[in-house]
């Protein structure tokens, strides 16, 4: 039987930001016993009011508990709840202390005081013009969008996320919404295509409204996007659709043709490696790779205008002034670097790529200024500087963005002033960031590209470097010899092994590199990790935990998983920092944290790690320290940072750290792949520790499944 009840969040137990799963207890006027409530109660805040609907439980092993099933939420109106509203951050401004002096101030007229006579709060010890300011348009925003967050929390929409959809939309949000809820999955971050659905649900679209089936194919185009792909066969497409629509295929079919007749999306019927097939593509994507390779025949069409060298005497000239002797394949790819418009230079690590990059700019310094050196991330743009003595910085700030329309700056219109282009870390560029850095490569310029073609792909969708390797259109040197090899190093030797598929020497020794601990069970491989981090590597390597040690992992569920292992190595790391709850997460002053998606306006991008600097709870802000650039972000964009004492693999192509450990387990069967673990044992500089087992190492060692991207671009490349 349906019950009703109310009354004020006291604490948040539990939340889960991803099934938005809650545990709260709950104060009742005129009953003495807490009471614990439970359901999905996206982003609620102690002090809150709440008026719920559902059923009572008896838990196994929490006793008794209401089970929400629809509720509502109020602002309070007693002056405990009002202290408590006010100290969850609901105003900008006001935290613990301020909201404690206001509410003793005021007491129950507090809420009016701040909504019709805000002046009066000058009457607060500490509160001055400049705070008054700053509460007043912080509440007068949250007036003005006080109906759309009733609207949107009805619908299981939390306050971060109803305010993200505020910013987009503003007064309109209750219009986009009501005529299309679907838009809601693909222009506003965070949520999905469920979320949006739901809403839809609840306005009455039917489930096989052209409408909502339209909207599920694009959502499974952008999710397949975000999975690499930038095309992808029609029936496989159309059974990714039907299992997210819960439809039959024909009215798939049907929609999709319509997509494509209106030309919101590209189909077309292609051979591909000897198999015809129709493949389907946003139209977004398919124009970015015409565009490519519009844009790399018309740099490889135009004569370069650096002056051409006597070649032999400029690499004889080279090793002299480096003090290196050249191999044979180093000088070739030196020599094709003076003779090509565009060239490619791939290999893994220690093949010497570092060496003749340093050797190509010596030389062309001789020849122009003009040269420019770039990567994708700021960490491995800091290392190419340190290789050849030259400033290099990130391809988002090379083509530096424009704020205002949100586009960069450079492009064919203003394109670069250089002569020669020499970009490192290419595997990372994905299909959008190829496209923008080839419009702003001046035509007559010399492009050289480099990067290790069997590390992960892009964490963006293509697989470009590949394809452009692989197309032939384009001159290339694959390295092969290694190098650089000190005595006792077995980490390059290893890498590899396993890129060869074959599994590395395991064999313990003291003076190795490269470790491998065997360990089945999960629970003592996070005590092993646990204390490596903690007290073994910094004792006997001498390095920082927080610093120099990168804990890495194929999968972020269980108990060897990102998630856990951040929570752990948070606890372990950084147990006394000032704290921050939100969403469920805890952040503390001092934590080391990495953003997880794009921002242009902070200039700070996916994969970008800092440190929290700062917490200041009356401004809702907190300040991350990225290298020397200090970001300072507001509670509510918080869903852009994650704890980094633990990282994805693919999150962390582009950075090194003197010490990687990684977990090699059979629980991340699905995700344990070639390429995963060798560029993961790459990204270590001094050692590399893997805790599993070798069965598990084996399996991946042997697994080049997900290596393959479905991508158009090498389609168009050579035809």
Same mark, same amino acid.
């Given at each position: 039987?349906?019950?009703?009840?109310?009354?004020?969040?006291?604490?948040?137990?539990?939340?889960?930001?991803?099934?938005?799963?809650?545990?709260?207890?709950?104060?009742?006027?005129?009953?003495?016993?807490?009471?614990?409530?439970?359901?999905?109660?996206?982003?609620?805040?102690?002090?809150?009011?709440?008026?719920?609907?559902?059923?009572?439980?008896?838990?196994?092993?929490?006793?008794?508990?209401?089970?929400?099933?629809?509720?509502?939420?109020?602002?309070?109106?007693?002056?405990?709840?009002?202290?408590?509203?006010?100290?969850?951050?609901?105003?900008?401004?006001?935290?613990?202390?301020?909201?404690?002096? /206001?509410?003793?101030?005021?007491?129950?007229? $507090?809420?009016? /005081?701040?909504?019709?006579?805000?002046?009066?709060?000058?009457?607060?010890?500490? /509160?001055?013009?400049?705070?008054?300011?700053? +509460?007043?348009? %912080?509440? #007068?925003?949250?007036?003005?969008?006080?109906?759309?967050?009733?609207?949107?929390?009805?619908?299981?929409?939390?306050?971060?996320?109803?305010?993200?959809?505020?910013?987009?939309?503003?007064?309109?949000?209750?219009?986009?919404?009501?005529?299309?809820?679907?838009?809601?999955?693909?222009?506003?971050?965070?949520?999905?295509?469920?979320?949006?659905?739901?809403?839809?649900?609840?306005? #009455?679209?039917?489930?096989?409204?052209?409408?909502?089936?339209?909207?599920?194919?694009?959502?499974?185009?952008?999710?397949?996007?975000?999975?690499?792909?930038?095309?992808?066969?029609?029936?496989? !497409?159309?059974?990714?659709?039907?299992?997210?629509?819960?439809?039959?295929?024909?009215?798939?079919?049907?929609?999709?043709?319509?997509?494509?007749?209106?030309?919101?999306?590209?189909?077309?019927?292609?051979?591909?490696?000897?198999?015809?097939?129709?493949?389907?593509?946003?139209?977004? !994507?398919?124009?970015?790779?015409?565009?490519?390779?519009?844009?790399?025949?018309?740099?490889?069409?135009?004569?370069?205008?650096?002056? $051409?060298?006597?070649?032999?005497?400029?690499?004889?000239?080279?090793?002299?002034?480096?003090?290196?002797?050249?191999?044979?394949?180093?000088?070739?790819?030196?020599? !094709?670097?003076?003779?090509?418009?565009?060239?490619?230079?791939?290999? #893994?690590?220690?093949?010497?790529?570092?060496? +003749?990059?340093?050797?190509?700019?010596?030389?062309?310094?001789?020849?122009?200024?003009?040269?420019?050196?770039?990567?994708?991330?700021?960490?491995?743009?800091?290392?190419?500087?340190?290789?050849?003595?030259?400033?290099?910085?990130?391809?988002?700030?090379?083509?530096?963005?424009?704020?205002?329309?949100?586009?960069?700056?450079?492009?064919?219109?203003?394109?670069?002033?250089?002569?020669?282009?020499?970009?490192?870390?290419?595997?990372?560029?994905?299909?959008?960031?190829?496209?923008?850095?080839?419009?702003?490569?001046?035509?007559?310029?010399?492009?050289?590209?480099?990067?290790?073609?069997?590390?992960?792909?892009?964490?963006?969708?293509?697989?470009?470097?590949?394809?452009?390797?692989?197309?032939?259109?384009?001159?290339?040197?694959?390295?092969?010899?290694?190098?650089?090899?000190?005595?006792?190093?077995?980490?390059?030797?290893?890498?590899?092994?396993?890129?060869?598929?074959?599994?590395?020497?395991?064999?313990?020794?003291?003076?190795?590199?490269?470790?491998?601990?065997?360990?089945?069970?999960?629970?003592?491989?996070?005590?092993?990790?646990?204390?490596?981090?903690?007290?073994?590597?910094?004792?006997?390597?001498?390095?920082?935990?927080?610093?120099?040690?990168?804990?890495?992992?194929?999968?972020?569920?269980?108990?060897?998983?990102?998630?856990?292992?951040?929570?752990?190595?948070?606890?372990?790391?950084?147990?006394?920092?000032?704290?921050?709850?939100?969403?469920?997460?805890?952040?503390?002053?001092?934590?080391?944290?990495?953003?997880?998606?794009?921002?242009?306006?902070?200039?700070?991008?996916?994969?970008?790690?800092?440190?929290?600097?700062?917490?200041?709870?009356?401004?809702?802000?907190?300040?991350?320290?990225?290298?020397?650039?200090?970001?300072?972000?507001?509670? %509510?964009?918080?869903?852009?940072?994650?704890?980094?004492?633990?990282?994805?693999?693919?999150?962390?192509?582009?950075?090194?750290?003197?010490?990687?450990?990684?977990?090699?387990?059979?629980?991340?069967?699905?995700?344990?792949?070639?390429?995963?673990?060798?560029?993961? +044992?790459?990204?270590?500089?001094?050692?590399?520790?893997? /805790? #599993?087992?070798?069965?598990?190492?084996?399996?991946?060692?042997?697994?080049?499944?997900?290596?393959?991207?479905?991508?158009?671009?090498?389609?168009?490349?050579?035809?």
């Amino acid at each position: 039987m349906e019950e009703h009840i109310s009354g004020t969040i006291d604490t948040i137990t539990f939340y889960s930001p991803d099934s938005h799963f809650t545990v709260a207890k709950l104060v009742k006027k005129q009953r003495s016993e807490d009471i614990v409530i439970v359901g999905q109660l996206p982003n609620v805040q102690p002090g809150e009011v709440i008026e719920a609907t559902g059923r009572w439980k008896h838990h196994p092993s929490y006793g008794r508990q209401f089970e929400v099933e629809n509720f509502r939420l109020a602002i309070p109106q007693d002056v405990i709840g009002i202290e408590k509203y006010l100290e969850s951050g609901a105003i900008r401004g006001i935290g613990a202390v301020f909201a404690k002096k /206001i509410v003793e101030r005021f007491g129950t007229e $507090t809420i009016r /005081i701040i909504d019709s006579n805000p002046e009066k709060l000058r009457e607060v010890e500490g /509160i001055g013009p400049k705070k008054i300011e700053s +509460i007043k348009a %912080h509440w #007068g925003e949250q007036k003005e969008m006080r109906d759309i967050l009733i609207f949107l929390r009805a619908k299981n929409i939390g306050a971060a996320l109803a305010r993200k959809i505020w910013k987009r939309y503003g007064e309109k949000t209750l219009e986009v919404i009501r005529n299309n809820p679907y838009s809601l999955a693909t222009e506003v971050q965070g949520i999905g295509f469920k979320t949006a659905d739901k809403i839809g649900h609840e306005l #009455g679209i039917a489930v096989d409204s052209p409408v909502r089936i339209r909207a599920g194919i694009e959502f499974v185009l952008i999710s397949l996007s975000e999975m690499g792909h930038t095309t992808y066969p029609e029936n496989g !497409l159309i059974e990714h659709a039907a299992k997210i629509l819960e439809v039959d295929l024909a009215p798939i079919q049907e929609n999709l043709m319509h997509l494509c007749d209106a030309g919101t999306i590209h189909r077309e019927e292609l051979v591909k490696d000897g198999e015809s097939g129709v493949w389907i593509s946003s139209l977004l !994507l398919h124009n970015t790779e015409n565009a490519i390779c519009k844009y790399l025949d018309t740099l490889l069409s135009h004569r370069c205008v650096l002056r $051409t060298v006597h070649v032999s005497e400029a690499i004889k000239w080279v090793e002299e002034k480096t003090h290196i002797r050249l191999a044979p394949e180093q000088q070739k790819a030196i020599e !094709l670097s003076l003779t090509e418009k565009l060239l490619i230079l791939t290999g #893994g690590p220690g093949t010497g790529k570092s060496t +003749i990059t340093k050797a190509i700019v010596r030389i062309h310094e001789k020849l122009t200024k003009k040269i420019v050196l770039a990567a994708p991330t700021g960490r491995a743009a800091k290392r190419m500087s340190e290789i050849c003595r030259r400033h290099a910085r990130t391809i988002h700030s090379l083509l530096e963005m424009d704020f205002g329309t949100m586009r960069f700056k450079r492009d064919e219109k203003n394109p670069l002033d250089a002569d020669l282009v020499i970009v490192d870390e290419v595997s990372m560029v994905d299909t959008y960031l190829m496209l923008s850095l080839l419009k702003a490569i001046p035509k007559a310029a010399r492009l050289i590209l480099i990067g290790d073609v069997d590390q992960l792909p892009s964490v963006g969708p293509g697989s470009v470097f590949k394809d452009l390797i692989d197309s032939k259109r384009i001159v290339t040197v694959r390295l092969y010899t290694i190098f650089r090899q000190k005595k006792g190093s077995n980490i390059i030797q290893s890498a590899h092994a396993v890129n060869r598929g074959q599994m590395p020497d395991l064999s313990p020794s003291s003076e190795s590199d490269f470790i491998f601990i065997e360990q089945t069970d999960p629970s003592l491989i996070l005590q092993e990790i646990l204390t490596l981090v903690q007290e073994t590597v910094p004792k006997q390597n001498g390095l920082d935990s927080l610093r120099d040690i990168q804990v890495l992992s194929p999968m972020r569920k269980g108990i060897i998983g990102i998630d856990n292992l951040n929570m752990e190595l948070q606890n372990r790391l950084n147990p006394a920092g000032l704290e921050l709850t939100w969403t469920g997460r805890r952040f503390r002053e001092n934590d080391k944290v990495m953003q997880i998606r794009n921002d242009y306006q902070k200039m700070v991008f996916n994969g970008d790690i800092g440190t929290i600097a700062s917490i200041d709870f009356d401004m809702q802000i907190i300040i991350v320290r990225f290298d020397e650039q200090d970001v300072a972000y507001e509670f %509510h964009e918080l869903d852009e940072l994650t704890l980094a004492y633990a990282a994805s693999i693919h999150k962390y192509q582009g950075s090194q750290a003197p010490c990687i450990i990684i977990p090699v387990h059979t629980s991340h069967f699905k995700l344990l792949q070639k390429n995963l673990v060798y560029t993961g +044992i790459t990204r270590g500089q001094k050692l590399v520790v893997l /805790i #599993g087992t070798k069965k598990a190492l084996a399996c991946a060692i042997h697994n080049t499944e997900a290596q393959n991207r479905y991508t158009g671009l090498l389609h168009l490349l050579t035809n």
